[in-house]
């Protein structure tokens, strides 16, 4: 290669890389050693492919995790025999195959225990702190003791709370009214119900003085608004709230048929659906009843009359002619007036002339029956109910008869409660169903949970198999075949020196080499005795070497 191919200030050994390698594996012993060295990085690479594909997948159990937690949690770990690892962001992986067994195991040993140290934070606070910090840090303590509060729920794996607090100022109309914002971190598959996310609304703001129940936004992971919008009426609630409960009457019913049927067809041989009218309106009413003929409670009164053959006043007007008549009595008008002071009794056996009443003057006072009923009819009655049951008829077998068709009919009219009186429908057919085959199948074989692993086993092994096929042992032949070849050689470079021997040329020895009158003749003497003394020639070029 020119000088002019080599770029100024590069010194000249560096110029071309791809010679200096291609220069390196001529030498005779990279030569010797390479098929060596190709043979141990295909075994590495079969290695590193069997750890690759035979380690099961990790999952992360603990994304971040104090000092302290990270050392009793990896060793709950190894006390019950499950591998772990802490990447370089500091996260704590299991395989994906341990992570149910190890989050069962932690919760158990209650870890990790180092969590955000609530009202202890203020504790570690220093002397001399200044006001806003000592703030800053009653506001993160309060939240994180409201954040501990609410993950005590089921439902709740993680909750972070954010209060914002403005600070009270002298002035009323620049305070400012305190907000706070929780996000939670839900189990899989589950949900918070309208009453679940009241209970924490209120839980929050009661936490908080000054806080309103309107003031709480509460978010899932998923970035979902849990809690209702300012101006949402409750009507919208209440509408839900209906629309669930009719379900669960349906579902109750549902359950009630596939629990008779389920015996008598077979799982999977029929479908039901329930459709029920529910009355959820809430009636009262209140009545007052009274009787049109009374009771006489009281009576105050009077009433003046005379006998048919009473004296009649008369004479000369004198003393006597004008006394005053005597005092009257009030009887009942059936009875007979008394007699008058000095009147003659009348006589036994005949009949007292009736009196006769003149006037009368009563006051009376009567009781009137009354009742009062009160009804309230509380919401959930069912007006209406509809049943529809289809049957699946078995390909196999022959169809369902009538009669057949009409006792189950029968059985689920009975088990729904039916009334004929407020319109009940039970309607029951049977038909083929479509996809039956698949249905008789079962679950595919590609579903299962085994395949996966089976398959990063069986491709791991066809990894280390190939490289052993295809790299390791056309290398191992090569070696063996370089080591047969040099057998012979070695025989054939024997009996080449014993051949010139046996000619009658005598064996080099040190002294004839010493003895050599010229360069050449040197030369070949020490070939010479090289052909005839390998071992000592070998000696001597390693005591060259050393010296």
């Given at each position: 290669?020119?000088?002019?191919?080599?770029?100024?200030?590069?010194?000249?050994?560096?110029?071309?890389?791809?010679?200096?390698?291609?220069?390196?594996?001529?030498?005779?012993?990279?030569?010797?050693?390479?098929?060596?060295?190709?043979?141990?990085?295909l075994l590495a690479a079969?290695?590193?492919?069997?750890?690759?594909?035979?380690?099961?997948?990790?999952?992360?159990?603990?994304?971040?995790?104090?000092?302290?937690?990270?050392?009793?949690?990896?060793?709950?770990?190894?006390?019950?025999?499950?591998?772990?690892?802490?990447?370089?962001?500091?996260?704590?992986?299991?395989?994906?195959?341990?992570?149910?067994?190890?989050?069962?195991?932690?919760?158990?040993?209650?870890?990790?225990?180092?969590?955000?140290?609530?009202?202890?934070?203020?504790?570690?606070?220093?002397?001399?702190?200044?006001?806003?910090?000592?703030g800053e840090r009653l506001?993160?303590?309060?939240?994180?003791?409201?954040?501990?509060?609410?993950?005590?729920?089921?439902?709740?794996?993680?909750?972070?709370?954010?209060?914002?607090?403005?600070?009270?100022?002298?002035?009323?109309?620049?305070?400012?009214?305190?907000?706070?914002?929780?996000?939670?971190?839900?189990?899989?598959?589950?949900?918070?119900?309208?009453?679940?996310?009241?209970?924490?609304?209120?839980?929050?703001?009661?936490?908080?003085?000054?806080?309103?129940?309107?003031?709480?936004?509460?978010?899932?992971?998923?970035?979902?608004?849990?809690?209702?919008?300012?101006?949402?009426?409750?009507?919208?609630?209440?509408?839900?709230?209906?629309?669930?409960?009719?379900?669960?009457?349906?579902?109750?019913?549902?359950?009630?048929?596939?629990?008779?049927?389920?015996?008598?067809?077979?799982?999977?041989?029929?479908?039901?659906?329930?459709?029920?009218?529910?009355?959820?309106?809430?009636?009262?009413?209140?009545?007052?009843?009274?009787?049109?003929?009374?009771?006489?409670?009281?009576?105050?009164?009077?009433?003046?009359?005379?006998?048919?053959?009473?004296?009649?006043?008369?004479?000369?007007?004198?003393?006597?002619?004008?006394?005053?008549?005597?005092?009257?009595?009030?009887?009942?008008?059936?009875?007979?007036?008394?007699?008058?002071?000095?009147?003659?009794?009348?006589?036994?056996?005949?009949?007292?002339?009736?009196?006769?009443?003149?006037?009368?003057?009563?006051?009376?006072?009567?009781?009137l029956g009354k009742e009062?009923?009160?009804?309230?009819?509380?919401?959930?009655?069912?007006?209406?109910?509809?049943?529809?049951?289809?049957?699946?008829?078995?390909?196999?077998?022959?169809?369902?008869?009538?009669?057949?068709?009409?006792?189950?009919?029968?059985?689920?009219?009975?088990?729904?409660?039916?009334?004929?009186?407020?319109?009940?429908?039970?309607?029951?057919?049977?038909?083929?169903?479509?996809?039956?085959?698949?249905?008789?199948?079962?679950?595919?074989?590609?579903?299962?949970?085994?395949?996966?692993?089976?398959?990063?086993?069986?491709?791991?092994?066809?990894?280390?198999?190939?490289?052993?096929?295809?790299?390791?042992?056309?290398?191992?032949?090569?070696?063996?075949?370089?080591?047969?070849?040099?057998?012979?050689?070695?025989?054939?470079?024997?009996?080449?020196?014993?051949?010139?021997?046996?000619?009658?040329?005598?064996?080099?020895?040190?002294?004839?080499?010493?003895?050599?009158?010229?360069?050449?003749?040197?030369?070949?003497?020490?070939?010479?005795?090289?052909?005839?003394?390998?071992?000592?020639?070998?000696?001597?070029?390693?005591?060259?070497?050393?010296?």
């Amino acid at each position: 290669m020119s000088n002019a191919l080599i770029p100024s200030g590069m010194p000249e050994r560096f110029a071309n890389p791809l010679q200096q390698v291609s220069g390196l594996l001529a030498q005779p012993a990279v030569r010797r050693s390479l098929p060596m060295i190709l043979m141990v990085g295909l075994l590495a690479a079969a290695a590193l492919a069997w750890m690759s594909f035979s380690t099961a997948p990790q999952k992360v159990l603990f994304a971040s995790l104090a000092d302290a937690d990270k050392a009793s949690v990896t060793q709950a770990l190894e006390q019950g025999n499950i591998a772990s690892k802490i990447d370089d962001a500091g996260a704590l992986t299991v395989d994906e195959d341990d992570y149910a067994r190890a989050k069962m195991l932690l919760a158990g040993q209650g870890l990790p225990k180092a969590t955000p140290g609530g009202y202890a934070i203020l504790d570690q606070l220093p002397m001399g702190v200044s006001r806003a910090v000592e703030g800053e840090r009653l506001r993160q303590a309060r939240e994180t003791e409201i954040a501990r509060s609410i993950q005590e729920i089921d439902a709740v794996a993680e909750a972070r709370v954010h209060l914002a607090t403005p600070e009270a100022s002298v002035f009323i109309r620049d305070n400012a009214a305190p907000s706070a914002s929780v996000i939670l971190k839900l189990q899989p598959g589950r949900a918070l119900s309208d009453a679940q996310v009241g209970s924490i609304i209120n839980l929050v703001a009661s936490s908080v003085p000054g806080l309103k129940s309107d003031a709480v936004t509460i978010v899932d992971q998923m970035g979902g608004l849990l809690t209702k919008a300012a101006g949402e009426s409750s009507l919208g609630a209440a509408g839900d709230e209906r629309i669930a409960y009719q379900r669960r009457i349906e579902e109750k019913y549902r359950a009630q048929v596939v629990q008779l049927l389920t015996p008598l067809v077979g799982a999977g041989n029929f479908s039901t659906e329930v459709q029920a009218d529910v009355d959820l309106d809430e009636t009262q009413a209140t009545r007052e009843s009274y009787d049109k003929q009374g009771a006489l409670r009281a009576e105050q009164g009077n009433w003046t009359g005379n006998q048919a053959d009473a004296a009649q006043p008369g004479g000369i007007p004198g003393a006597l002619s004008n006394t005053p008549p005597p005092a009257s009595t009030v009887t009942a008008p059936n009875q007979a007036a008394p007699a008058a002071p000095g009147a003659t009794p009348p006589a036994p056996g005949t009949a007292a002339a009736p009196a006769v009443k003149q006037s009368d003057q009563f006051a009376r006072a009567y009781d009137l029956g009354k009742e009062v009923s009160v009804t309230r009819a509380a919401p959930g009655g069912v007006k209406k109910l509809s049943v529809a049951v289809l049957l699946r008829d078995i390909e196999t077998a022959k169809p369902r008869s009538t009669v057949e068709i009409q006792q189950i009919t029968q059985l689920v009219q009975t088990a729904v409660g039916y009334t004929q009186a407020r319109g009940d429908q039970v309607t029951v057919i049977s038909r083929k169903f479509a996809g039956a085959a698949a249905l008789d199948q079962g679950q595919a074989w590609y579903d299962n949970a085994w395949l996966p692993i089976i398959a990063r086993n069986v491709t791991a092994i066809v990894i280390a198999l190939l490289v052993l096929l295809l790299g390791v042992r056309p290398l191992a032949k090569a070696l063996m075949k370089k080591r047969d070849d040099a057998g012979p050689r070695l025989a054939l470079g024997r009996d080449m020196g014993g051949t010139a021997a046996a000619a009658g040329q005598p064996p080099v020895g040190i002294d004839q080499i010493a003895g050599a009158q010229n360069y050449d003749e040197r030369i070949g003497m020490v070939r010479g005795f090289t052909r005839d003394n390998p071992a000592r020639a070998a000696l001597a070029v390693r005591d060259m070497i050393k010296s």
